[in-house]
């Protein structure tokens, strides 16, 4: 079994930082791909940023140069350092990573998601 675990959401005003962590535990043998998603009130689910094993990013376009996306594979935990935050960034955060386990099969998991309110 493997839980994630997200902090780090909160209210924030418009133009201000937050930082979101995601840890991983449990039966973990790799981690493979990790990644933000988020899902503003009344709308669907998306990508906001993902991360390979070999350390490759992608964003979606409305948070490139504002939000950067890394990872400390030695804690199995992933950030989203979110600056230069707007109003439209107001979501539930979710992380999402594909693990390999001990023995050997995949799993996709999600994390609970955290809160992100950016208002003044």
């Known amino acids: 079994q493997v839980e994630l675990v997200e902090s780090g959401g909160g209210l924030v005003q418009p133009g201000g930082s937050l930082k979101l962590s995601c840890s991983a535990s449990g039966n973990i043998f790799s981690i493979n791909h990790m990644a933000w998603y988020r899902q503003p009130p009344g709308k669907g689910r998306e990508s906001v940023a993902t991360?390979?094993?070999?350390?490759?990013?992608n964003y979606v376009d409305s948070v490139k140069g504002r939000f950067t996306i890394s990872r400390d594979n030695a804690k199995n935990t992933v950030f989203l350092q979110m600056n230069s935050l707007e109003p439209d960034d107001t979501a539930v955060y979710y992380c999402?990573?594909?693990?390999?386990?001990?023995?050997?099969?995949?799993?996709?998991?999600w994390g609970q998601g955290t809160l992100v309110t950016v208002s003044s």
């Open positions: 999402n990573v594909l693990i390999e386990t001990r023995r050997g099969a995949f799993l996709e998991v």
């Open positions: 991360i390979t094993s070999g350390g490759m990013t």
